[in-house]
């Protein structure tokens, strides 16, 4: 499992660079971490006595105007190191990554205390550590103390410390630096190889502090070694997956339940719950509903939030039927459990979706009939529906009803408004919505402002989206990552390449941090300006954040590599996303498929087709007029025919594309004459002729006159 496989560095890394051994993608290491990054202690005056037994924190308006109490644990008072600790923060070199790193140079009064400390019991240590790591006023004492120790192999095992402070940390909310956490799980950086106490508290932090890809490489490492994750460790993974979660990631949970049994973890109810919730989100209700089944037949109790998320995948699926059964079977009208607001919603959906008007208010009748209040989310997808059916006037009458029922309408449903504007392309409309908000003292916020930067941006009206991002600016809304994504995306359609690298530097100059969809438009925009070393690169730079590539990420790099001719690279795209777990997607293939067809290289072509339907991928019809394409190029129309008959025989309908391509096929190899019938056969099929179709019909019979005259 190679979800992520960085080369980290060593725990305290020296100023001077070292090689390592980069990733498939991944060529620097990373940054090293530098342990000053941590909250500095002002120097602590010796005021210690010798008869407490704990570090103890005076009470005073300033967390550091006073010193810590006095540590004496079992007769060894470390109130000495303590002070020597808080003015001498851990040095910036450090010794090379050794099992038994020695320092080259050290301080009179460090190699004093060294000397004082040798003989100090791991016990006691443990004790201090405790101590230290139960206040936060005394806790980057704590981040001093484990690198001390390391240092001067004064304890073992430094494992169990490190875990220790590790927990401490993410608890007080302390996001520790990616390198920090990659530096610890390095062999010979505190064990080798590295415990699975440790790598089990790594992967609580980072997903802690929500950063899935690195829990997952720490998952990976800790498989390599034949550890297995504790259950709260893997619960943590998964709520922290599900709080990132988008459908691209699907493949990462999928290899994840196929290891669940080798993991020896027990399913119980949280964790079935977790799962559930997970591919609900991912939009794939059939595993959902696998789940469920499995969790009532271990006779659990799955928690209600799953439920409803369950509910809203199969209502966003159009599965209306399955979604009423489900609400009826947790919500039954003489049960126990009355469904929340949130449970009537995910079933409205549904009824929004196969545009059932009348189940729809039928849902808003019996909430209101059960005393349950519609919040604003029910009358969004009211809404949607109206005008989905172009009932403006019922919108208009849900508006004054929401007014009427004291739930007077925000900017969320008037964003729901916009969003079916801007689905339909009727982006013009957008200012008449704003103009009716603001008729009705309603300020946009953040995700109106968002949706109506998307609005323009799709249709690529730039200067819209740009005096949108100013206007919201001015108002006082601060664009966050989504508002970034958006408007770099614009620039990017507008074919504005340059700017979208200064936008990705503005972005983090404002202080937003770029997630994997804000580089996943970097990457794509660079692959379209065919500048495949800075895409390489952005890639790195990825990695390097903590960031997962997913099902995008490769997809945009297989089709930047094969447009450019490096089909080696696009070839070894699907082989590292192979091996990151990830399953190669049809419109991937399209893409490989395609790029060889404009080369005219048919027999790799085939390969790649070979290799699609080894991949258990249908292929699509898309595929299969690239194929057509590259044997026209190639000038072998005798094999582009046989791709029509294989279509033929496995249920796969041509389409106008096809036979156009089959007809430059043809012309291609001076055959004019068999040109007409293929027209008549295309429409026979059913297949409605283009202008390019006729085209190629003219140019055949203009060809087929020329041969015939004397």
Same mark, same amino acid.
């Given at each position: 499992?190679?979800?992520?496989?960085?080369?980290?560095?060593?725990?305290?890394?020296?100023?001077?660079?070292?090689?390592?051994?980069?990733?498939?993608?991944?060529?620097?290491?990373?940054?090293?971490?530098?342990?000053?990054?941590?909250?500095?202690?002002?120097?602590?005056?010796?005021?210690?006595?010798?008869?407490?037994?704990?570090?103890?924190?005076?009470? $005073?308006? $300033?967390?550091?105007?006073?010193?810590?109490?006095?540590?004496?644990?079992?007769?060894?008072?470390?109130?000495?190191?303590?002070?020597?600790?808080?003015?001498?923060?851990?040095?910036?070199?450090?010794?090379?990554?050794?099992?038994?790193?020695?320092?080259?140079?050290?301080?009179?009064?460090?190699?004093?205390?060294?000397?004082?400390?040798?003989?100090?019991?791991?016990?006691?240590?443990?004790?201090?550590?405790?101590?230290?790591?139960?206040?936060?006023?005394?806790?980057?004492?704590?981040?001093?103390?484990?690198?001390?120790?390391?240092?001067?192999?004064?304890?073992?095992?430094?494992?169990?410390?490190?875990?220790?402070?590790?927990?401490?940390?993410?608890?007080?909310?302390?996001?520790?630096?990616?390198?920090?956490?990659?530096?610890?799980?390095?062999?010979?950086?505190?064990?080798?190889?590295?415990?699975?106490?440790?790598?089990?508290?790594?992967?609580?932090?980072?997903?802690? $502090?929500?950063?899935?890809?690195?829990?997952?490489?720490?998952?990976?490492?800790?498989?390599?070694?034949?550890?297995?994750?504790?259950?709260?460790?893997?619960?943590?993974?998964?709520?922290?997956?599900?709080?990132?979660?988008?459908?691209?990631?699907?493949?990462?949970?999928?290899?994840?339940?196929?290891?669940?049994?080798?993991?020896?973890?027990?399913?119980?109810?949280?964790?079935?719950?977790?799962?559930?919730?997970?591919?609900?989100?991912?939009?794939?209700?059939?595993?959902?509903?696998?789940?469920?089944?499995?969790?009532?037949? !271990?006779?659990?109790?799955?928690?209600?939030?799953?439920?409803?998320?369950?509910?809203?995948?199969?209502?966003?699926?159009?599965?209306?039927?399955?979604?009423?059964?489900?609400?009826?079977?947790?919500?039954?009208?003489?049960?126990?459990?009355?469904?929340?607001?949130?449970?009537?919603?995910?079933?409205?959906?549904?009824?929004?979706?196969?545009?059932?008007?009348?189940?729809?208010?039928?849902?808003?009748?019996?909430?209101?009939?059960?005393?349950?209040?519609?919040?604003?989310?029910?009358?969004?997808?009211?809404?949607?529906?109206?005008?989905?059916?172009?009932?403006?006037?019922?919108?208009?009458?849900?508006?004054?009803?929401?007014?009427?029922?004291?739930?007077?309408?925000?900017?969320?449903?008037?964003?729901?408004?916009?969003?079916?504007?801007?689905?339909?392309?009727?982006?013009?409309?957008?200012?008449?919505? !704003?103009?009716?908000?603001?008729?009705?003292?309603?300020?946009?916020?953040?995700?109106?402002?968002?949706?109506?930067?998307?609005?323009?941006?799709?249709?690529?009206?730039?200067?819209?989206?740009?005096?949108?991002?100013?206007?919201?600016?001015?108002?006082?809304?601060?664009?966050?990552?989504?508002?970034?994504?958006?408007?770099?995306?614009?620039?990017?359609?507008?074919?504005?390449?340059?700017?979208?690298?200064?936008?990705?530097?503005?972005?983090?100059?404002?202080?937003?941090?770029?997630?994997?969809?804000?580089?996943?438009?970097?990457?794509?925009?660079?692959?379209?300006?065919?500048?495949?070393?800075?895409?390489?690169?952005?890639?790195?730079?990825?990695?390097?954040?903590?960031?997962?590539?997913?099902?995008?990420?490769?997809?945009?790099?297989?089709?930047?590599?094969?447009?450019?001719?490096?089909?080696?690279?696009?070839?070894?795209?699907?082989?590292?996303?192979?091996?990151?777990?990830?399953?190669?997607?049809?419109?991937?293939?399209?893409?490989?498929?395609?790029?060889?067809?404009?080369?005219?290289?048919?027999?790799?072509?085939?390969?790649?087709?070979?290799?699609?339907?080894?991949?258990?991928?249908?292929?699509?019809?898309?595929?299969?007029?690239?194929?057509?394409?590259?044997?026209?190029?190639?000038?072998?129309?005798?094999?582009?025919?046989?791709?029509?008959?294989?279509?033929?025989?496995?249920?796969?309908?041509?389409?106008?594309?096809?036979?156009?391509?089959?007809?430059?096929?043809?012309?291609?190899?001076?055959?004019?004459?068999?040109?007409?019938?293929?027209?008549?056969?295309?429409?026979?099929?059913?297949?409605?002729?283009?202008?390019?179709?006729?085209?190629?019909?003219?140019?055949?019979?203009?060809?087929?006159?020329?041969?015939?005259?004397?």
């Amino acid at each position: 499992m190679a979800l992520l496989s960085p080369s980290p560095p060593p725990l305290f890394p020296s100023t001077s660079t070292s090689s390592s051994s980069p990733s498939r993608f991944l060529s620097p290491p990373f940054t090293p971490w530098k342990l000053q990054s941590l909250p500095s202690i002002p120097s602590l005056s010796p005021l210690y006595s010798a008869t407490t037994t704990t570090v103890s924190t005076t009470a $005073s308006s $300033s967390p550091f105007s006073s010193p810590p109490g006095s540590t004496v644990i079992e007769g060894y008072d470390f109130s000495p190191l303590l002070t020597y600790l808080s003015s001498h923060p851990p040095p910036r070199q450090s010794p090379s990554p050794s099992p038994s790193p020695s320092p080259s140079k050290l301080l009179p009064a460090e190699l004093h205390l060294v000397n004082n400390y040798r003989s100090v019991p791991a016990h006691v240590w443990l004790s201090l550590l405790n101590s230290l790591i139960s206040s936060d006023y005394t806790l980057p004492l704590a981040s001093h103390l484990v690198p001390f120790l390391s240092r001067h192999n004064l304890s073992f095992p430094l494992d169990l410390f490190c875990s220790s402070l590790i927990h401490s940390l993410s608890k007080s909310k302390t996001e520790l630096p990616t390198s920090l956490l990659l530096s610890l799980s390095k062999p010979h950086s505190l064990t080798s190889p590295p415990s699975p106490l440790l790598l089990n508290s790594l992967i609580s932090s980072s997903s802690l $502090s929500s950063r899935p890809a690195l829990s997952l490489h720490f998952l990976s490492l800790l498989l390599s070694h034949s550890y297995l994750p504790d259950q709260a460790s893997f619960s943590q993974l998964l709520s922290s997956l599900i709080s990132s979660l988008s459908p691209h990631d699907h493949p990462v949970l999928s290899l994840l339940l196929s290891r669940l049994d080798s993991l020896s973890l027990q399913p119980d109810a949280p964790l079935l719950s977790l799962l559930i919730n997970a591919f609900s989100l991912c939009s794939d209700p059939d595993t959902s509903l696998n789940l469920l089944s499995l969790t009532q037949s !271990l006779g659990l109790t799955p928690r209600l939030s799953c439920i409803v998320s369950l509910l809203s995948s199969l209502s966003s699926a159009g599965r209306v039927m399955e979604a009423e059964s489900l609400f009826l079977e947790f919500f039954p009208p003489d049960g126990p459990l009355r469904p929340r607001v949130h449970a009537y919603n995910a079933l409205l959906k549904g009824y929004v979706k196969i545009r059932s008007l009348k189940d729809a208010e039928q849902v808003l009748d019996e909430m209101s009939h059960c005393g349950v209040q519609a919040n604003e989310a029910t009358y969004g997808l009211l809404i949607d529906a109206y005008t989905e059916a172009g009932r403006w006037e019922s919108t208009r009458i849900l508006l004054e009803e929401m007014e009427a029922c004291g739930a007077r309408p925000g900017a969320y449903v008037f964003s729901r408004i916009l969003v079916r504007f801007r689905d339909k392309g009727e982006w013009q409309k957008s200012f008449a919505v !704003l103009r009716e908000m603001r008729k009705n003292g309603i300020k946009p916020d953040r995700h109106f402002y968002n949706v109506m930067i998307d609005a323009f941006g799709k249709h690529n009206v730039l200067k819209h989206a740009v005096d949108t991002f100013k206007k919201m600016k001015e108002d006082g809304i601060k664009p966050d990552v989504v508002t970034w994504n958006t408007f770099i995306n614009a620039h990017r359609r507008a074919g504005q390449f340059g700017r979208v690298m200064e936008l990705f530097e503005e972005m983090q100059e404002a202080g937003v941090e770029p997630g994997t969809t804000t580089y996943n438009i970097v990457i794509k925009s660079l692959g379209e300006e065919g500048r495949l070393e800075e895409m390489d690169k952005k890639l790195t730079e990825m990695k390097e954040a903590g960031l997962l590539p997913n099902i995008v990420t490769y997809t945009t790099l297989v089709d930047a590599y094969g447009k450019a001719g490096y089909y080696g690279h696009a070839v070894g795209c699907l082989e590292a996303m192979k091996s990151d777990g990830l399953r190669p997607t049809r419109s991937m293939y399209n893409a490989l498929i395609n790029a060889y067809a404009q080369r005219g290289l048919s027999d790799q072509a085939v390969e790649v087709f070979k290799m699609m339907k080894a991949d258990g991928i249908s292929p699509s019809v898309i595929a299969l007029n690239s194929l057509v394409n590259a044997f026209g190029e190639d000038r072998r129309d005798i094999e582009a025919f046989s791709v029509l008959q294989f279509m033929k025989d496995n249920a796969v309908k041509p389409d106008v594309v096809t036979y156009t391509t089959l007809m430059k096929a043809l012309i291609r190899v001076e055959k004019y004459d068999k040109v007409p019938s293929v027209f008549e056969e295309m429409i026979s099929y059913g297949c409605r002729p283009d202008k390019k179709a006729r085209e190629m019909l003219r140019s055949a019979l203009k060809y087929l006159r020329q041969l015939r005259r004397p």
